[in-house]
């Protein structure tokens, strides 16, 4: 897939369309990913999304849905489209025509302690396996342990301080003696 080149201009339906997410505060990954998705869709008419017809989002999703496109890709691309014809083209006759697809969510596989113990073990350096331990132990993201610090460590209540995670929100994670040991270590 080539990539589009930046110094190609601007149109103004775009430049509304980012003006409307950053007013919203929309986070930038977000952003990039309902461009994207607007950018699929403007492709597969031909032509600007704001010309677009309820039978043009048929035709779309069908195509999708035949190409075997994710159902949470779809999802997201209908949540771009209807931020497009709601907020930004104030068109909510064409957002009605977006359908979501319905999936089921399975649990995530858990390891169990003897794996865990020799993923722990696995790791190349202390460094490692304490970024490894909070992942597990802790349930942070990869992101979220990048960004700790020491003073996110709270020793006396047994809890880590995540601050901006997901969805740029502050949450505290329970930290066990044992993390914590491996913590200080490193």
Same mark, same amino acid.
């Given at each position: 897939?080539?990539?589009?080149?930046?110094?190609?201009? @601007? !149109?103004?339906?775009?430049?509304?369309?980012?003006?409307?997410?950053?007013?919203?505060?929309?986070?930038?990954?977000?952003?990039?990913?309902?461009?994207? =998705?607007?950018?699929?869709?403007?492709?597969?008419?031909?032509?600007?999304?704001?010309?677009?017809?309820?039978?043009?989002?048929?035709?779309?999703?069908?195509?999708? =849905?035949?190409?075997?496109?994710?159902?949470?890709?779809?999802?997201?691309?209908?949540?771009?489209?209807?931020?497009?014809?709601?907020?930004?083209?104030?068109?909510?006759?064409?957002?009605?025509?977006?359908?979501?697809?319905?999936? =089921?969510?399975?649990?995530?596989?858990?390891? !169990?302690?003897?794996?865990?113990?020799?993923?722990?073990?696995?790791?190349?350096?202390?460094?490692?396996?304490?970024?490894?331990?909070?992942?597990?132990?802790?349930?942070?993201?990869?992101?979220? @342990?990048? =960004?700790?610090?020491?003073?996110? @460590?709270? !020793?006396?209540?047994?809890?880590?301080?995540?601050?901006?995670?997901?969805?740029?929100?502050?949450?505290?994670?329970?930290? !066990?003696?044992?993390?914590?040991?491996?913590?200080?270590?490193?």
């Amino acid at each position: 897939m080539a990539t589009p080149s930046t110094d190609a201009p @601007v !149109s103004p339906l775009r430049q509304r369309m980012q003006h409307d997410m950053l007013m919203r505060g929309l986070g930038s990954h977000t952003q990039q990913d309902y461009i994207r =998705h607007i950018r699929c869709f403007a492709a597969f008419p031909g032509r600007s999304p704001d010309t677009a017809t309820p039978e043009d989002i048929r035709h779309f999703q069908l195509d999708q =849905h035949e190409n075997g496109v994710g159902p949470a890709t779809i999802n997201g691309t209908v949540s771009a489209l209807r931020f497009l014809f709601l907020v930004t083209l104030q068109c909510r006759d064409l957002s009605r025509a977006l359908v979501i697809t319905r999936y =089921h969510r399975k649990l995530p596989d858990v390891l !169990s302690v003897e794996e865990a113990g020799r993923l722990l073990e696995a790791a190349p350096g202390l460094k490692y396996k304490a970024a490894l331990g909070v992942v597990y132990g802790a349930g942070l993201r990869v992101s979220e @342990v990048a =960004h700790l610090k020491i003073d996110d @460590v709270d !020793s006396a209540r047994m809890l880590l301080r995540v601050e901006q995670g997901k969805g740029r929100k502050d949450r505290n994670a329970m930290l !066990s003696p044992q993390l914590l040991e491996l913590l200080r270590l490193w």
